[in-house]
């Protein structure tokens, strides 16, 4: 837990959660992650913005006591989930004299999720103002990135941005600021994968609304605050934009090697033609991994064996993933091998229900993979070729 003075009177007081994997039952974490909470003196008032994680409250209490916080006027809910609002019931009692201030999506979520009290609510609109003093609180909706109730707090005098959720990471810190290095781009991009990619026209929308606000400081919920907002925001430029780079992506599963021996010859032949592919063992890589390289990919091609009468399980819960994370890839394919029969193509490409790509015809085979069958990947190879020539990524 730590207490240490930003700017003028605005502290961090988050938490390191050092020991946690895995972030929403789902995606591993490799480098833990923050539940990041900040208290703002302004000369008359005072206010905490964001506060913890449920299983880290009675640590958060203690070290407000131990810095000497007798008295929060408000507290400033950006967003509902409980990662950030699971101290909400604690704070309350704690300090009887504040008002949770948030907006009306908000509000009925902590109702909800925490049973807080209507009367300990203030309900705030889009650009209202609340003066602490010296120092005012300005409120921007920002539903979509990434809950509905979700907005940002921006501290006028010191122009700094806290915008909960948006522009986070999962990372761990001691020194409080983005080192602006290779590790925090590549957490900073997988937190952008798995939880803000689902929404990536509104994320381009709120990277273009916080690059006008031109803060001196992004302070988000998650992972490091950014004393040089250019790093983040021009990559979430990068990531949020309809271009896809030259990247193919081939999640696959292999029973008996059939599969895999596709894969490695697909890929082969695709990086043979200059293109980039990144080819995902599902059963074995980290998850994170290829939503990561989701973000970036113009192909998908799913390599699946046939287990029954279906395609591998596997390869469908990488589907579905695909399919919710919402990549702008604008092609797809499927190669499969299956042993007596099945309806493995038709029920991948059914699962393409939001992303919708083009799709470029499958080869499937009935065991190993024969000559034909190698005729007819290379016309696979050579259609994506031409998509990605067509469509710029290919120069
Ligand atoms: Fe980090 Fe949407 O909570």
């Given amino acids: 837990m730590l207490y240490k003075e930003i700017k003028n009177n605005v502290y961090y007081i988050g938490q390191n959660d050092v020991d946690r994997v895995i972030f929403d039952e789902l995606i591993p974490l490799e480098h833990g992650t923050t539940y990041n909470s900040y208290l703002v003196k302004g000369s008359e008032k005072t206010a905490i913005i964001d506060t913890t994680y449920f299983p880290f409250v009675d640590t958060y209490i203690n070290n407000l006591n131990e810095n000497g916080i007798k008295h929060v006027d408000y507290i400033i809910a950006n967003h509902g989930e409980q990662d950030h609002s699971g101290a909400l019931p604690e704070l309350i009692k704690k300090f ?68 909960c959720d948006f522009l986070g990471a999962h990372l761990v810190f001691d020194d409080l600021y983005s080192k602006n290095d290779e590790l925090t781009y590549s957490m900073a991009k997988r937190y952008y994968a798995e939880i803000m990619m689902p929404f990536r026209m509104m994320c381009k929308k709120y990277t273009e609304f916080v690059s006008n606000l031109n803060p001196d400081f992004i302070l988000p919920s998650h992972g490091p605050i950014h004393n040089e907002p250019n790093f983040i925001l021009s990559a979430y430029k990068d990531w949020s934009s309809d271009t896809a780079k030259n990247l193919v992506v081939i999640p696959y599963v292999s029973m008996y090697g059939s599969v895999e021996t596709m894969v490695e010859y697909v890929a082969k032949k695709l990086k043979e033609a200059g293109i980039s592919v990144y080819a995902h063992d599902i059963v074995r890589d980290d998850l994170g ?23 591998h399980p596997a390869a469908v819960n990488a589907c579905v993933l695909a399919n919710a994370l919402k990549p702008k890839a604008k092609f797809a394919s499927v190669i499969g091998s299956f042993g007596w029969g099945g309806k493995l193509v038709e029920t991948i490409t059914g699962l393409f229900t939001s992303i919708k790509p083009q799709i470029i015809e499958p080869v499937l085979v009935k065991g190993k993979a024969k000559p034909d069958d190698y005729e007819k990947l290379d016309i696979l190879v050579n259609s994506i070729i031409l998509n990605h020539k067509n469509d710029g990524v290919l120069k």
């Fill in 289 to 311: 991994d290829l939503a990561v390289n989701l973000v970036d990919a113009e192909t998908i091609i799913i390599g699946a064996s046939m287990v029954l009468a279906g395609p």
């Fill in 96 to 163: 009887p004299e504040a008002l949770i201030v948030t907006n009306a999506k908000c509000k009925e979520n902590i109702k909800e999720m925490l049973l807080i009290p209507e009367e300990k609510i203030k309900v705030i609109t889009d650009k209202e103002e609340l003066s602490l003093g010296d120092k005012t609180l300005q409120f921007f909706m920002a539903p979509g990135v990434h809950w509905p109730d979700t907005m940002f707090t921006y501290l006028k005098e010191d122009n700094m941005l806290f915008t």
